[in-house]
């Protein structure tokens, strides 16, 4: 049963609408010095800037990108044993750089994780109870009615960041998805951000009257923000000014063009690196804070002999294809194809709504611990409290019949795999429509490092991800194949002539749907189409790289707030906790700095 009001929901003032007009970039002197200095315009690195400023603070936020349109991607070390069928078996690693960092370019799906997932870091002051009221500070929930009424504790309608369902997309797999979940008793949860993670859920996702809600919509471009920080985009933090102990400032080079000489920015109090997973890492590493004997290896001299780059975390997943539709989808793009869509267009600039507001079959999302799902009687189990700890997540994406023809190249770099098997699935979109799976393991086994190729803060740093080194996270791929197996054969699907693609794969043999044959081909398969999420953790951990307010261990202020700073993964997307993490040390800062520092 639903709400049809807001009571008992946390803050029913409504909050303020988001300003829509761009945020201006600033230039800077050699010398200039702030209150703070936040590098990264991201998901935490917003938060952290905007809390500073409202408390009435100069702060200065550096900002690689510019506004919100890129995507960078990084080259990265193989290991031969992942992304066997990408460009030279180097695994997709990327990260927003722009404006709101990924939440400017992610799925915008409003995911905290299970509660588990903090308390099991055993860092003090990191378990559930202490970080539920950020996520709640920064919610601004806008449909409660729509969720049941158990959910009104752990939801806000208040705050900056508005929380919503996504648009209709009209797709009837929508239906036809949960009908195949529930054939197989996984049940429908219609809050997965409130008693129990476990079900098929129709997210909740960072949208606001059918437009994205990025960090920096959210934060950045509030009235009261914008009075005393100040955004530097196209600003490249090249190291920390390091003197006695403690962080002064940073060095920065800003514009684009030939290469200019640094800036010199100072931090009368302190300095917050939030820039990523890779970003913060390498900054680190080339301000002397990492692994001594490799800073040394470089020539760098050595400020804190700290593992950074260390236990990189990444979910992960098999990228799998569903024949769906035959016969069904535009027979070819055309004017006809782009007059629809045009049509479309226009609805959503007039209204926000239609299918342009949607996420399409993406929001749509089944969350469960494999190790529960009994394969015999092809039945989700509840017989434990472990069940209550999901270890896949389930998204899907719908692809029109015949959509691909003709745009290989541009499939090639969006998928990030080899042209031969981008043509095979070119080639049986032409008859069928395609539901692109994504089973993803939520807490993988293996980690990977980053360390720098070199001194150049402008050169890529030496990525490896090292996915798969682990059998383990194959042997939940595994599962989470069978489990799609089994729901191509449930009514709902079979009725649509659904089945999975086998692709030929070298070295992977002909697919036999009995025997040894059917688990050696898929094991192949997963190391062929490794995919990664682009929810890297880890590198600046808390606990042997921070203390637990997020500061560098043997330095002072200078302190760490993004993802890198998470031991471990939570269980599903991660914009939500980077977020958190910005609010958080924007508080810790607040209660330390309350006097003036010369």
């Known amino acids: 049963m639903a709400f049809t009001h807001t009571e008992g929901y946390r803050g029913n003032n409504p909050a303020p609408r988001p300003e829509q007009s761009p945020l201006p970039g600033h230039k800077h002197a050699d010398g200039d010095t702030f209150d703070y200095i936040v590098v990264g315009a991201g998901a935490a690195g917003s938060a952290a800037a905007a809390r500073l400023a409202l408390a009435g603070h100069r702060v200065l936020l550096l900002e690689a990108g510019g506004n919100p349109n890129l995507l960078t991607k990084y080259p990265t070390i193989p290991n031969n044993v992942s992304c066997l069928s990408s460009p030279g078996r180097q695994c997709r690693f990327s990260r927003g750089k722009c404006l709101g960092g990924s939440s400017s370019i992610n799925y915008m799906m409003y995911v905290r994780g299970n509660r588990r997932d903090y308390d099991d870091l055993r860092v003090p002051g990191w378990a559930w109870t202490d970080l539920e009221p950020y996520f709640l500070r920064y919610e601004g929930l806008q449909s409660p009615d729509r969720l049941p009424r158990y959910s009104a504790p752990y939801h806000n309608t208040s705050g900056t960041m508005k929380i919503d369902f996504f648009g209709e997309s009209g797709n009837s797999w929508h239906s036809k998805i949960k009908e195949g979940f529930q054939f197989l008793n996984i049940p429908m949860n219609y809050d997965i951000n409130a008693e129990s993670q476990i079900g098929v859920t129709q997210v909740l996702g960072y949208v606001y009257k059918g437009e994205r809600m990025s960090t920096a919509r959210g934060f950045l471009s509030r009235a009261k923000v914008r009075r005393t920080l100040q955004v530097a985009k196209r600003a490249r933090c090249t190291g920390v000014l390091m003197e006695g102990g403690e962080a002064r400032g940073v060095s920065v080079v800003q514009g684009q063009g030939p290469r200019r000489r640094p800036l010199r920015l100072y931090a009368r109090r302190e300095v917050v690196l939030s820039a990523g997973t890779i970003g913060t890492a390498q900054i680190l590493m080339l301000s002397g804070v990492g692994p001594a004997d490799h800073l040394k290896s470089l020539g760098i001299p050595v400020h804190a002999d700290l593992p950074i780059g260390d236990n990189i975390s990444e979910h992960v997943l098999p990228l799998m294809l569903i024949l769906v539709d035959r016969g069904v989808g535009v027979n070819a793009p055309n004017i006809f194809t782009l007059g629809a869509k045009g049509v479309q267009g226009t609805q959503w600039l007039a209204t926000r709504e239609g299918p342009l507001a949607s996420n399409g079959l993406t929001d749509l999302a089944a969350f469960l611990n494999t190790r529960c799902y009994d394969f015999e009687q092809r039945r989700l189990l509840h017989n434990s ?54 089973p993803i393991v939520l807490q993988p086994y293996s980690r990977g490092t980053i360390r720098l190729a070199s001194r150049d803060p402008f050169a890529p740093p030496a990525i490896f991800p090292n996915f798969l080194s682990d059998d383990r996270d194959i042997e939940e791929m595994l599962r989470g194949i069978t489990l799609l197996e089994h729901l191509v054969e449930t009514p709902a699907f079979r009725a649509q002539g659904a089945r999975l693609l086998h692709l030929r794969l070298p070295g992977c043999g002909p697919y036999t749907a009995r025997g040894a044959g059917r688990e050696r081909y898929w094991r192949c398969y997963c190391r062929h189409m490794t995919y990664s999420v682009f929810h890297a953790t880890g590198g600046a951990r808390l606990g042997p790289a921070l203390d637990e307010r997020l500061r560098v261990r043997g330095l002072r202020r200078l302190r760490v707030a993004d993802l890198s700073a998470l031991p471990a993964l939570p269980r599903g997307n991660t914009a939500a906790v980077a977020i958190a993490i910005g609010e958080r040390v924007a508080d810790f800062i607040l209660e330390e700095n309350d006097t003036d520092v010369d």
Do not use: T
């Open 385 to 438: 409290s472990d069940c209550e700890l999901p270890s896949l997540q389930l998204i899907n994406a719908y692809i029109d019949r015949n959509l691909l023809q003709g745009i290989e190249p541009i499939l090639q770099q969006i998928l990030g795999l080899n042209p031969e098997v981008v043509q095979q699935i070119s080639d049986v979109n032409v008859h069928h429509a395609l539901i692109v799976a994504s």
